[in-house]
């Protein structure tokens, strides 16, 4: 007999943030979870395209300190939940996203603000850390990025958002070549010219950032 999960009631008490896709609550029961639920239906391919690469990345063994764990379904009163890991800092915050933390972002939105080179510094780690899992991300825009303090002086960037190979043809899911390729390009497009990132650079004495 197939046991029938409990339905996980969410309101806006629980309410983390909002995207184009998905609205994300604190998971009622679990403190180390997050909800998240579909408010634009045109979008559940990319969805279950993300969860399916979130299992399969589990499965092979990669590793999950850049990148978010997905739990499965739920059933909650606002339609069906995906679950994932909920970043949280050494304090207990929720991570904000690396939007929220660039010199000029307004002060309230963020709890601390980033240095230029110590965001081209993490920013470089993460490129560097796709690069050698294989890790195949869709889109690494800021705001798919939090910005995770695990001790207070030490941060580091966690996608929550845009894990998966989006590509019709899939080549970068097997080779190394494709799969450098592939993470190089979405780097580009959405880091190396990012408009919001290049005072950042030019702050930082780079002209862009340096290719892994
Ligand atoms: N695992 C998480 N841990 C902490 N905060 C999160 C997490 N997931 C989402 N958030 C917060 O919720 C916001 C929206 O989440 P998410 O990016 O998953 O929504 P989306 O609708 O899929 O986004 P997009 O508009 O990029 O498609 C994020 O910008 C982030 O601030
Ligand atoms: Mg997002």
Redesign the pocket.
Known sequence: MVKRQPILHLDSSLR???????E?FQHPEDPGR?V?IVHDPRRWRSVNRECRYLRRYHRQGKPFTRM?RFFGWCPTNLGPGAL????RDHDGH??R?LASSLPGAPADSCRRQLQPLAIVELLSELHQHLLRHRIIVS?P?L??L?VHYPEPAKARLVI???IGNSSFIKMADWFGYWARRDINRKWRRYIEVSPLLQGVFAAAGRTTMNRG
């Open positions: 983390i943030g909002r995207g184009g896709v998905r994300v997050c998240k978010t994932f890991t909920l970043v929720c991570s996203s889109d825009a705001h798919n939090v929550i958002d845009g």
